[in-house]
């Protein structure tokens, strides 16, 4: 019973791309709001994280997601690319930020459910999310969150939709229906091709993500969003509980020697430091 | 019985994970399946403490493709625990089985525990910033990067069954070329000394000074991710942070880098950090065991000049 999904996962996406659906393509690119954790301090003396400071910004990797999709629409005119994301209340200020990165249109799955999403809550919501959108060739994903770093919403998305994954890519082109990407995997790379719709996950090296200009930051605030709470998607309400339980979440703490020269002569400095690393045996 | 199920596509990194995953099974009182593809060596598995070995074999090379036949031999073993490699083709796989089995998956646990009869996992949050530990809901999918583990000891005395089964075929992604990775450099994964640059470095042809110190010492080279990726000083494998390298040398000596935490995450199981950088500030001299605060330019052909005598 578990497995009946799989019985249809790439059924329905091979040589069928329909002549009209190949002069238009709709790009979704996924992102994530994320807390800064260049903000984020441990409290001195316990192993606990303050995140009061902490503002909130585009998961880095999904900056590149935007881009590279927006590249693609800058190729190619038939390309529409719109930004889909999960997030609390706070992540509305998102919006305009990666829409001044060129999609033309926000979803915006608007939950407090998305503080407490581990990535099994996160690809149901965006799942249900991309059904209800209706028009997706291709979902582009970055490799993981700055965050929580899970790296698992792109693939399980895909399996849900029952479409392919191609996972780790640096470079893609679309053609015909069809996209060809290159993996790089660990010591080599792979060139892969597959009928759309797919989703692509993305290595951060794709491309760089720009920087939007006043006019661009300016015309975001007049570009549609179209907002869902969670109980617009129709999920299951086991769907929408993580599934496993966080017992805590503690500051890293490294134990180092933290001896560290300050003063002194260049000479002074090299000759103390050439003594401890001769000391502990690495020179 | 519930029981642990292990899987790489990768031989090696299986055998890695069976030592924590034999481990486990012992504290739980329970046994460990192990699945490989295409391999002969099914002894050395149970040798390492699988009581079962499933070797799936087909005739598509890309591996990922047999997810949907990994996940129907999960689904029949019904397991506690699965356990996968953390290679990038493991992560794959891992997600799409987690996803049509609403499963958890945790990706890069740095370790796996029994607490109080519940598994936990520990990984890191916010670039490495932080630990997350998590009570792993039944049938839990763990991933575990390589080298984590060493390989589980063999006991020619074990015994287990062996299960040949065939894998489905799934041509929804044609794979191409399939290149190696040219290494200009030694890998850095296994580097004894390994020094790093980052964007102290005023020029690239200043590199020249970072390789004398090299040679001197018998450091292979890496650097941080803006070097190689903004710059292209060095080639992408060369970077070293969450999402390049992580590395364990013996001496990890830096040279013009702050240390932002994505980058000293990918550092800090080296056994000695030393720091060189001309802010007093820079996190990197909290991560490092030794430091000297001053210009790079100065120090390190002093550094030079007084190794060569």
Known sequence: ?283 | MKGIFVYSEDIVVTKQLLNIGRSLADVLQVTVTALALNETDTAGLIARGAEKVIALSGSNPWVESYAESIAECIAKENPLLVIVGGTMRGKDVAARIAAWHSRGLVNSAMSIEVVAGELETKRMLYGGLAVCTEELSEGCIVTIDPRTYEEATTDSLRNGEVVSCTAKSNDAVLVGGVCPIVRERADLANAEKIICVGRGLSSQSDMKLVEDLAEKIGAEIGCSRSIAEDYHWLPTESYIGLSGQKVKPQLYLSIGISGQVQHIVGARDARVIVAIDKNEKAPIFSAADYGIVGDLYEIVPKLIEKLGK
Request: proline content about 4%.
């Open chain 1, 1 to 283: 019973m578990l497995l009946q999904p799989l019985k249809t996962v790439f059924s329905d996406n091979r040589g069928q791309a329909k002549p009209e659906e190949l002069n238009h393509m709709d790009i979704v690119a996924c992102y994530k709001w994320v807390l800064d954790e260049q903000d984020i301090k441990i409290v001195p003396g316990s192993l606990l994280l303050d995140t009061s400071r902490a503002k909130g910004k585009i998961s880095d990797y999904d900056k590149n997601v935007i881009e590279e999709a927006v590249l693609q629409a800058e190729k190619d005119d038939t390309v529409t690319v719109t930004a889909l994301t999960f997030g609390n209340a706070k992540a509305k200020q998102s919006l305009k930020d990666a829409l001044s990165r060129g999609p033309v249109k926000g979803y915006w799955v608007n939950d407090a459910a998305a503080d407490i999403a581990d990535g099994f809550v996160t690809a149901n919501v965006l799942t249900a999310a991309l059904r209800k959108i209706g028009t997706y060739d291709l979902i582009l994903f970055g490799e993981g969150s700055s965050d929580a770093y899970g790296q698992q919403v792109g693939p399980r998305v895909a399996a849900l939709l029952g479409i392919p994954a191609v996972t780790f890519v640096t470079k893609l082109e679309l053609s015909e229906g069809k996209v060809m990407a290159t993996r790089k995997i660990g010591d080599c790379t792979e060139d892969v091709t597959v009928n759309l719709p797919a989703v692509i996950t993305l290595l951060p090296e794709v491309c760089k993500p720009r920087i939007p200009g006043l006019k661009q930051v300016l015309g975001a605030s007049k570009k549609p969003v179209q907002e869902f709470k969670l109980a617009d998607l129709d999920l299951a309400a086991e769907n929408t509980l993580p599934k496993n339980k966080i017992k805590s979440i503690q500051g890293y703490v490294m134990d180092r020697k933290n001896e560290i020269y300050i003063d002194g002569t260049v000479d002074e400095k090299v000759n103390t430091l050439i003594a401890s690393l001769t000391k502990d045996g690495l020179l």
